[in-house]
Nanobody
Framework: QVQLVESGGGLVQTGGSLRLSCAAS????????MGWFRQAPGKEREFVAT????????YYSDSVKGRFTISRDNAKNTVYLQMNSLKPEDTAVYYC??????????????????WGQGTQVTVSS
């Protein structure tokens, strides 16, 4: 059974930083693309960033490009999201997710099969 457990959320001021972590178990972590998504109150869940199984390929949404960095440690079965220069509009519940198929790069939310429970990030102005 796959489990994804996020941590690292919290309250931070505008311009501050946070590092989210997502610990995975249940499948061979190093063979699956991992992604981060977020959902703000009253809005649909949106893509934030994705990283391929090897870490060699990453994609970001335009809204976070240049401020957020996704990375992974396959030895620790963990994916990270370093968030810098945070803005109030970054306030959301952040979710990590794991691709349905190994050795592929998930491009859509529907490509992700497993999701964590989410961690709240609140950026005060």
């Amino acid at each position: 059974q796959v489990q994804l457990v996020e941590s690292g959320g919290g309250l931070v001021q505008t311009g501050g930083s946070l590092r989210l972590s997502c610990a995975a178990s249940g499948r061979t972590f190093r063979t699956y693309t991992m992604g981060w998504f977020r959902q703000a109150p009253g809005k649909e869940r949106e893509f934030v960033a994705t990283i391929s199984w090897s870490g060699g390929t990453t994609y970001y949404s335009d809204s976070v490009k240049g401020r957020f960095t996704i990375s992974r440690d396959n030895a620790k079965n963990t994916v990270y999201l370093q968030m810098n220069s945070l803005k109030p509009e970054d306030t959301a519940v952040y979710y990590c997710a794991q691709d349905r198929e190994p050795w592929t790069i998930a491009k859509f939310q529907s490509d992700y099969e497993y999701w964590g429970q989410g961690t709240q990030v609140t950026v005060s102005s």
